[in-house]
């Protein structure tokens, strides 16, 4: 019975630290975000929130590669996360274009 509660508790701590990072990202603190996710990544390297989190970090300072490729492996871990849509709306701009600025 512990070994559940203490499960729990892992599950509990990682998404306060989450919670805290998100918290991190949204006062523009952004390298210590980057660090913080950096390190839990390497401790939940499973974690498809994470890398979302971390390539909306990288977007947000306009590092769009880095961007991509954390979405690309939130998708990887879970085909259902909103890095889907993040990833998505990002190409859209990337690949955005005005025909018509050209012929003025």
Same mark, same amino acid.
């Given at each position: @019975? #512990?070994? &559940?509660?203490? &499960?729990?508790?892992?599950?509990?701590? @990682?998404?306060? !630290?989450? &919670?805290?990072?998100?918290?991190?990202?949204?006062?523009? %603190?952004?390298? /210590?975000? /980057? /660090?913080?996710?950096? %390190? +839990?990544?390497? #401790?939940? *390297? =499973?974690?498809? %929130?994470?890398? +979302?989190?971390?390539?909306?970090? +990288?977007? !947000? =300072?306009?590092?769009? =590669?880095?961007?991509? $490729?954390?979405?690309?492996?939130?998708?990887?871990? $879970? #085909?259902? #996360? *909103?890095?889907?849509?993040?990833?998505?709306?990002?190409?859209?701009?990337?690949?955005?274009? $005005?025909?018509?600025? +050209? $012929? =003025?």
């Amino acid at each position: @019975m #512990s070994v &559940k509660l203490s &499960k729990r508790g892992d599950h509990s701590d @990682m998404n306060e !630290k989450l &919670k805290e990072i998100k918290a991190l990202i949204q006062d523009n %603190e952004l390298d /210590t975000a /980057t /660090t913080k996710l950096k %390190e +839990y990544i390497c #401790s939940s *390297p =499973q974690s498809d %929130e994470a890398y +979302y989190l971390l390539g909306n970090l +990288y977007r !947000k =300072q306009g590092n769009w =590669q880095l961007a991509l $490729n954390n979405y690309l492996e939130a998708i990887n871990l $879970n #085909s259902n #996360s *909103p890095a889907v849509q993040a990833h998505t709306m990002l190409m859209d701009i990337l690949n955005f274009y $005005n025909k018509d600025m +050209y $012929n =003025q």
